[in-house]
């Protein structure tokens, strides 16, 4: 009885020391952009349909509403305008453009360290929105986002492993000037995290502005060419099939700007996009390929994002329901088409319509962050911290996403099957000749990081230790964790130089000592 005590001690002991060891990149059991790719919703013979279905589209429907600049580089590009205002796509001009378009875009980070490498299957997890609320855990209410929210959102998703990148969530409210709040949303993302940054504009006209502030940071306009860190976030078209003039003008600006362009398509099925979830798919992906024309026009190969953000309506109320399973097949779906078309792309998932991190929230962001994950999707936005049906953005849900998507990734990465996998000498060995367990076994302690992920705040404890521990909370461990980062320095803080001339140039909402 001793014997077998003192080798359950020690297979413990071993195991702590073996998970206390800090592991290679190389070696974890995820990271950014594992391939995915193992669910389809779609058969081949769906591929198919829809894809014919998306060039009828744009040849016998088109999109209307282009600005003239536009006007002029599609048409110049192969476009047909119209005498009805609308702009009609041939065959051949969508052919060729999927040919020549990237295979391959890399979104890069200011430190090197977070690339993202978007082709394929890889899949990777961040931030998204524009959500007007922060969610207040400890009232449990809703109040207007500030500037202050933004960047504590930033420094929070810059110490999260599994939040690969942030697109800027929630909207300063406390700043009311249009091309401040624009500026100082680049400005309290970028200080708050070194990871790749997506966000919008509001006109034109402050895209100069943005990349002079962007040069800054980056130590020249030709280190800023070299290694984008900011891409734009652009709502090309307004559901169904119109282009929205003034983001053209935007997205056109940001090309010759050098920044990557995130083609977003938002329909809502059964109210901007038809409500059966194929022909929401159709519309997103006949948008997106008009957009994908439109930039590469402007200058061809210009680094693109497919992004067919279609959502889902209640149709009994018409409100949207990012929860729903409907919308997480929609995002598989496309996910999907963009296989089919070999194109780097993104889509939404990880959306709760519920108010509050809970178990509602928790089945709803789960299942469409699994799904999207196995189908392969590039970039999944809205990944983690959304309420609300994208009212709300919650800081300490964001801390428990993080922990929610490292249990995805895990699903994304697989079973590895090999002959070392299948175990059979280990199996032999331990049966035949050893303890009859593999607490200890060489194999165990090797794989249990390697092959496990282990939650950083999901309590695994028994109910007899859970109660010994006061009965820890889950939403309290994230607040805790919240605290812990928001206290400590921003990591992604500019150097003083930098700081000082970026204060002289514009106004920054931000105390000096955030």
């Known amino acids: 009885m001793t014997d077998n005590l003192s080798r359950r001690a020690g297979?413990?002991?071993?195991?702590?020391?073996?998970?206390?060891?800090?592991?290679?990149?190389?070696?974890?059991?995820?990271?950014?952009?594992?391939?995915?790719?193992?669910?389809?919703?779609?058969?081949?013979?769906?591929?198919?349909?829809?894809?014919?279905?998306?060039?009828d589209a744009l040849e016998q429907i088109g999109l209307a509403d282009a600005p003239p600049s536009g006007i002029e580089h599609l048409t110049r590009a192969g476009a047909i305008y119209g005498e009805d205002g609308r702009i009609r796509f041939p065959?051949?001009?969508?052919?060729?453009?999927?040919?020549?378009?990237?295979?391959?875009?890399?979104?890069?980070?200011?430190?090197?360290?977070?690339?993202?490498?978007?082709?394929?299957?890889?899949?990777?997890?961040?931030?998204?929105?524009?959500?007007?609320?922060?969610v207040d855990v400890d009232g449990r209410n809703y109040r207007e986002c500030t500037v202050q929210d933004l960047f504590d959102a930033a420094r929070i998703t810059d110490q999260l492993d599994n939040i690969h990148f942030l697109q800027r969530p929630m909207v300063c409210r406390d700043i009311t000037?249009?091309?401040?709040?624009?500026?100082?949303?680049?400005?309290?993302?970028?200080?708050?995290?070194?990871?790749?940054?997506?966000?919008?504009?509001?006109?034109?006209?402050?895209?100069?502005?943005?990349?002079?502030?962007?040069?800054?940071?980056?130590?020249?306009?030709?280190?800023?060419?070299?290694?984008?860190?900011?891409?734009?976030?652009?709502?090309f078209v307004v559901?169904?099939?119109?282009?929205?003039?003034?983001?053209?003008?935007?997205?056109?600006?940001?090309?010759?700007?050098?920044?990557?362009?995130?083609?977003?398509?938002?329909?809502?099925?059964?109210?901007?996009?038809?409500?059966?979830?194929?022909?929401?798919?159709v519309q997103a992906v006949a948008e997106c390929l008009a957009g994908l024309v439109y930039v590469n026009a402007v200058k061809p190969g210009h680094p693109a994002i497919f992004g067919t953000w279609p959502f889902v309506s209640?149709?009994?109320?018409?409100?949207?329901?990012?929860?729903?399973?409907?919308?997480?097949?929609?995002?598989?779906?496309?996910?999907?088409?963009?296989?089919?078309?070999?194109?780097?792309?993104?889509?939404?998932?990880?959306?709760?319509?519920?108010?509050?991190?809970?178990?509602?929230?928790?089945?709803?962001?789960?299942?469409?962050n699994v799904m999207a994950g196995l189908s392969g999707l590039?970039?999944?936005?809205?990944?983690?911290?959304?309420?609300?049906?994208?009212?709300?953005?919650?800081?300490?849900?964001?801390?428990?996403?993080?922990?929610?998507?490292?249990q995805a990734l895990r699903c994304v990465r697989g079973i590895e099957v090999n002959e070392d996998t299948v175990s059979l000498e280990v199996i032999k060995e331990t049966c035949l000749e050893g303890p009859g367990h593999y607490l200890g076994s060489g194999q165990t302690l090797a794989l249990m990081q390697t092959e496990y992920i282990y939650p950083t705040l999901g309590d695994r404890s028994s109910p007899k230790e859970w109660d010994e521990l006061g009965k820890p909370d889950l939403v309290e461990k994230a607040k805790a964790r919240k605290t812990e980062i928001l206290n400590a320095p921003s990591i992604a803080q500019f150097g003083p130089d930098i700081e000082r001339d970026i204060r002289a140039a514009f106004t920054i909402h931000l105390p000096t000592s955030a």
């Open 11 to 55: 297979g413990r002991s071993a195991r702590r020391s073996a998970r206390s060891a800090p592991l290679a990149e190389h070696l974890r059991p995820v990271r950014p952009g594992m391939p995915g790719g193992k669910y389809a919703p779609l058969t081949a013979e769906n591929e198919q349909r829809i894809h014919h279905a998306v060039l």
């Open 91 to 134: 065959r051949a001009l969508i052919e060729d453009t999927i040919a020549s378009a990237n295979r391959s875009i890399t979104l890069y980070s200011r430190d090197g360290r977070h690339d993202l490498e978007l082709s394929g299957t890889n899949v990777h997890y961040g931030t998204a929105g524009a959500a007007v609320h922060l």
């Open 177 to 235: 000037d249009n091309r401040e709040m624009d500026l100082n949303t680049i400005y309290a993302c970028c200080s708050g995290t070194s990871k790749h940054v997506g966000t919008s504009f509001t006109e034109p006209a402050f895209v100069a502005d943005a990349l002079q502030m962007l040069h800054m940071i980056a130590g020249g306009e030709d280190a800023w060419r070299a290694r984008p860190f900011l891409s734009n976030s652009n709502c």
């Open 239 to 281: 559901p169904p099939m119109k282009f929205a003039t003034e983001s053209c003008l935007v997205m056109e600006e940001c090309i010759q700007g050098g920044l990557p362009i995130l083609l977003l398509s938002a329909g809502q099925a059964g109210a901007t996009a038809p409500a059966p979830i194929a022909g929401a798919i």
């Open 314 to 368: 209640d149709l009994r109320t018409g409100a949207m329901s990012g929860g729903s399973g409907e919308q997480a097949l929609l995002s598989a779906g496309c996910a999907q088409m963009h296989r089919f078309y070999n194109l780097p792309g993104g889509a939404a998932a990880g959306i709760a319509d519920a108010k509050l991190p809970d178990m509602q929230a928790g089945w709803e962001q789960a299942t469409s």
């Open 378 to 406: 590039n970039m999944v936005y809205e990944a983690a911290g959304m309420h609300g049906s994208l009212l709300g953005f919650c800081h300490e849900s964001l801390i428990l996403g993080d922990d929610l998507i490292g």
